[in-house]
């Protein structure tokens, strides 16, 4: 692979927002988006066939693409519209982003863009003029939040950061079993959590001249044990059959007693959850992905540290919880990391197999998008088995020759020739277990759910990892299966925008309380099917 150059910080403008990031050359205009804390769709992936993230750009960007050309026409092109998924950025530019509140999924009925309806009482809005809301996604391996106006409901700026949790366990039943073993560690995880929160909430408002005492309200969604542990409420019941939850919901507590930033009038919702591993998660996710509301069987999955699948028809929900691991979230990875700038968020398909970077310029790890991608990219190039296992540096021909290399106990594939990154045996080895999980509990849902020669009319999958997941990747390497890869879309952080939509209004948090209370779920632990298809899934398509 040639060494690239990269000019380094150049000046992207986003309007009306007027806000500004600093790139690298070989940047897309979403990569500088996603940067920017502006949230663009991607429901196809980032492979330019939605067309759900047009802009229109004045400055120094790339010529347009086939893929553009084809989805934009040339008149349209000539205008300045471009698709930002696919318009590298050269030189200083302006981005306008495109009011287009009325652009949806005619088949879903999600919009792409625009404000949001706000539904909320005087006694909220009323605190402070120019009121500002938070809404929070507590991951076991992530933490994202995005700051709102609440007098239009639009976005303003979105921030992530690790959740600290991590050093008492990887997953959730490592952190019950540490509560269970020592009950201090819970107001040490709670104590821990929230300080992260209230740093990106502190950056943030930093960052974009925000007031902390504008935030007048927070809501806060997550999996049970998490949002147990970030109100200081004991998890153990979910160590051991049946599995109760510490707390059902909804919940409305002074922001005060939680120690979240915000004014002092302000409050924390959180709605109800399903069950001990269903939380409030997967209900926001369907919250916003809407597929209760279907005439036709839909599922939602998020690709977690806790994998949550839902089946959904006619206000009819089923749904489960398996334990993925952290591997999708690109944690327990060699070289992995969140989807921030110079994580390879997946890989072009050239000569070189070079890696698209999050922000451009050098990699300096790999997310969980680029993490799955690699896996199928692998399995395209023949370079790993069914079983897994890489081929050796002499087996696989020129490719594996340049790109695989043995050690002393393991074997590895070369990310970014020149640079110490890797995906090693045991990186494959957790997401074949991370896959098999999700696939495992997606055969159990299909066979109580649907009926007989019923098959899902779309399928969302949804994760906090990035923006560009691949719906060829998921179905390459086995996670759902390759008859509905015509009905994939890419929901993004479903579970944040889900929270966002209860941020701006009562109506739709309380929606959210009926989606939780309408779901049941089905129980993975100890099912038959789910150990027969747990132990035939992890080997790969």
């Known amino acids: 692979m040639s060494e690239k150059r990269f000019e380094k910080n150049i000046k ?23 940067i920017a804390g502006i949230l663009l769709d991607f429901p196809c992936g980032g492979e330019g066939k939605c067309g759900k993230c047009v802009v229109r750009i004045e400055g120094g960007v790339s010529a347009p693409t086939r893929k553009e050309i084809e989805v934009l026409g040339k008149d349209r092109i000539s205008s300045g519209f471009r698709l930002a998924c696919q318009t590298l950025i050269e030189a200083t530019c302006t981005v306008f982003i495109l009011d287009i509140p009325q652009i949806a999924d005619k088949k879903s009925g999600i919009l792409s863009g625009g404000d949001r309806k706000v539904v909320l009482p005087e006694e909220i809005t009323g605190i402070c003029s120019e009121p500002l809301g938070a809404a929070i996604d507590i991951g ?22 690790d959740n600290p949790q991590r050093q008492f366990g990887a997953d959730v039943i490592t952190r019950i079993s540490r509560c269970m073993k020592d009950p201090r560690a819970v107001e040490d995880m709670r104590r821990m959590v929230i300080s992260a929160l209230n740093d990106c909430i502190e950056k943030t408002c930093a960052q974009f001249g925000f007031d902390i005492n504008r935030i007048v309200r927070l809501v806060a969604v997550g999996n049970t044990a998490m949002l147990s542990l970030a109100l200081g409420i004991n998890p153990t019941s979910l160590g051991h059959s049946p599995y109760t939850p510490p707390f059902t919901g909804p919940l409305s507590i002074p922001v005060a007693e939680t120690g979240l930033l915000g004014n002092e009038r302000a409050r924390l919702d959180v709605p109800r959850i399903i069950s001990g591993f269903l939380g409030a998660d997967i209900t926001s996710g ?26 959904a028809r006619k206000g009819k929900i089923m749904a489960c919880s398996t334990a993925a691991g952290p591997a999708f979230e690109g944690s327990q990875i060699s070289c992995g990391m969140r989807a921030v700038p110079g994580a390879i968020e997946y890989f072009n398909r050239d000569k070189d197999l070079s890696p698209h970077v999050l922000g451009g310029g050098v990699p300096k790890g790999i997310c969980g998008s680029g993490i799955l991608d690699a896996c199928a990219l692998l399995l395209d190039a023949k370079l790993i088995t069914q079983r897994g296992r890489l ?21 590895a594939f070369v990310l970014y020739p020149g640079y110490e990154l890797f995906l090693t045996q045991e990186d494959i080895r957790q997401v074949q277990l991370a896959k098999s999980a999700i696939a495992s509990g997606f055969k159990v849902l299909s066979d109580v759910f649907l009926e007989k020669e019923e098959t899902l009319e779309k399928i969302w999958i949804a994760g906090a990892f990035g923006n560009f997941l691949k719906p060829d990747s ?12 015509s009905r994939m879309a890419m929901a993004g952080n479903a579970a944040l925008l889900g929270a966002e939509m209860m941020l701006a209004s009562t109506q739709a948090f309380e929606e959210a309380n009926v989606i939780a209370s309408n779901t049941a779920p089905v129980e993975l632990s100890g099912n038959p099917l789910f150990e027969k298809e747990f132990y035939k899934n992890l080997l790969f398509p």
Do not use: M
């Open 286 to 311: 369907l919250l916003w992905t809407r597929i209760h509301v279907r005439n036709k069987a839909s599922a939602l999955v998020d690709l977690g540290t806790n994998g949550e699948i839902a089946f």
């Open 12 to 34: 992207v403008t986003f309007q009306p927002e007027n806000r500004q990031v600093r790139v690298s050359s070989d940047a897309t205009v979403s990569d500088a988006a996603v």
């Open 391 to 411: 081929v050796s540096p002499s087996g696989g021909g020129k490719l594996a020759k340049e790109r695989i290399r043995d050690f002393d106990s393991s074997r």
């Open 140 to 161: 076991t391996t992530n933490l994202s939040i995005s700051i709102l106006d609440l007098e239009n409901g639009k976005r303003l700026a979105v921030s992530s950061a």
């Open 474 to 485: 998921v179905v390459r390497i086995g996670i759902i299966p390759r008859q509905y890869l």
